[in-house]
């Protein structure tokens, strides 16, 4: 009898501290690997002497996978709703040890080499990597274009966006404790668990290490689950909604800032470069381009906020000052200052027309104060609503402070 199936006695206050580690695998229709999956893990059970369970995470299975698990002695969580994610969220979620190592169950990772990544955890690591890059990955293994696109490009976007310290951010052998794993909140269904796993643990600066590990072709005769388009969308689309900075705030600030200089470039006449003419035009081109700006940037502080107020973003002391100075009654006046200037403009532009009769227009003087003047009034009426919707977000931080 192994290590990991040996009976013993405890309390039930002890049951939770027997088992140090839970090897967990995700099943949808693995029976041609399984078995052999299950006798790698045990494997390193028993020749690494730990106190440790198999999961495996069925994830509705119709080839008799959960059979097979159930046989060789591996606990079988049956976990009802689909994708890869709910399955590793549902094993996680059942494991008892204070470490889980998740790894697929197409015999594509040696479950028998998990070690160096339990020796990281035990020296304070709170999420151990694999990465295939460095430690190999055999011939059929992996597409040429996940290899040589998919997997580094993505790499590269959490790298830049988040600052992840890994080199294979999509991995599927990797250990973690528990309680850091748990309290991350993990919410993916998809293949995009995978990134949001380490996206979030780099957000709160946990300990992250990587070993490296092999990669060989999976035994099964069926194609993977793995859908090439469809999942590496959702793993970018996953990073982009959780980037507000590279989603909303950069393109914003880039808008923002050339609609300004472009506009003050052709408020005081048409510009050319070269037998290029900019005109009104131009200009209008420009105002629209710091409404949307503007409403990006604005976009980007909500979306800051309230993944912090959620707990999916690590509290930032830089946004929280925004309470400090930006509060309602601030954007209330910097919004109705702006509102003002706006119908300032409009009034001026009215009395051009009077003191012409009001009759015909050369729109190229007109529009050089009708422009400005709507873009001021409608900035001016988004930052008050703005304001409203800010303070909203901050009102529970408001009240513990007063």
């Known amino acids: 009898m192994s290590v990991a199936q040996r009976p013993r006695k405890h309390t039930a206050g002890s049951i939770e501290t027997a088992i140090e580690v839970s090897i967990v695998m995700p099943c949808l229709d693995e029976a041609e690997t399984l078995a052999t999956c299950i006798g790698k893990a045990r494997s390193a059970i028993e020749s690494g002497g730990l106190r440790a369970e198999i999961i495996v995470a069925d994830n ?16 079988v969580v049956e976990v009802v709703r689909r994708g890869y994610g709910s399955a590793l969220l549902g094993g996680i ?37 694999g990465n295939r890059f460095s430690g190999g990955i055999q011939a059929g ?13 993505l790499t590269r976007l959490s790298n830049l966006f988040f600052r992840t310290p890994v080199g294979d951010m999509h991995c599927g052998l990797r250990a973690f404790r528990k309680d850091a794993i748990d309290s991350l909140r993990l919410r993916a ?71 300004v200089v472009v506009g003050a470039l052709l408020e005081t006449g048409p510009r050319r470069i070269g037998s290029v003419a900019f ?13 949307i700006g503007f409403q990006l940037v604005v976009f980007a502080v909500f979306t800051k906020v309230f993944a912090m107020e959620r707990g999916f973003h690590p509290p930032s002391a830089t946004y929280y000052r ?34 012409l009769g009001f009759g ?34 901050g009102m529970e931080k408001e009240q513990a402070e007063s």
Request: proline content about 5%.
């Open 360 to 393: 015909n227009l050369d729109p190229r003087l007109t529009m050089r104060e009708i422009i400005p003047a709507a873009v001021l009034l409608t900035l001016g009426v988004q930052t008050v609503f703005a304001s409203f919707f800010l303070s909203i977000l």
């Open 60 to 75: 509705g299975s119709t080839d008799g996978s959960p059979l097979i698990a159930k046989e060789l002695g591996a606990r």
């Open 141 to 153: 293994a992996m597409t040429w274009s996940h290899r040589w696109v998919g997997n580094p490009a």
């Open 189 to 259: 269904t998809g293949m995009e668990f995978a990134s949001e796993m380490v996206i979030k643990a780099s957000l709160q600066r946990m300990k992250i290490a990587e070993v490296p590990v092999t990669l060989r072709p999976d035994g099964r005769s069926r194609p993977p689950h793995l859908r090439t388009w469809r999942d590496g969308w959702r793993h970018l689309r996953f990073m982009l909604l959780f980037s507000p900075r590279w989603l909303f705030l950069y393109p914003g600030v880039a808008l923002l800032g050339g609609g």
């Open 322 to 355: 925004l309470f400090d100075y930006v509060k309602l009654e601030t954007g209330l006046v910097v919004g109705g200052l702006m509102f003002a200037v706006g119908v300032v403009g409009i009034v001026v532009a009215v009395f051009s027309w009077g003191a």
């Open 93 to 129: 979620a059942a494991a008892r040890g204070k470490f889980v190592v998740m790894g697929d169950a197409d015999d594509s990772y040696d479950f028998t080499a998990i070690a160096p990544l339990i020796a990281k955890l035990r020296q304070g690591y709170d999420l151990v990597m």
């Open 279 to 291: 005109d009104i035009h131009t200009l209008l081109l420009a105002g629209f381009a710091c409404l």
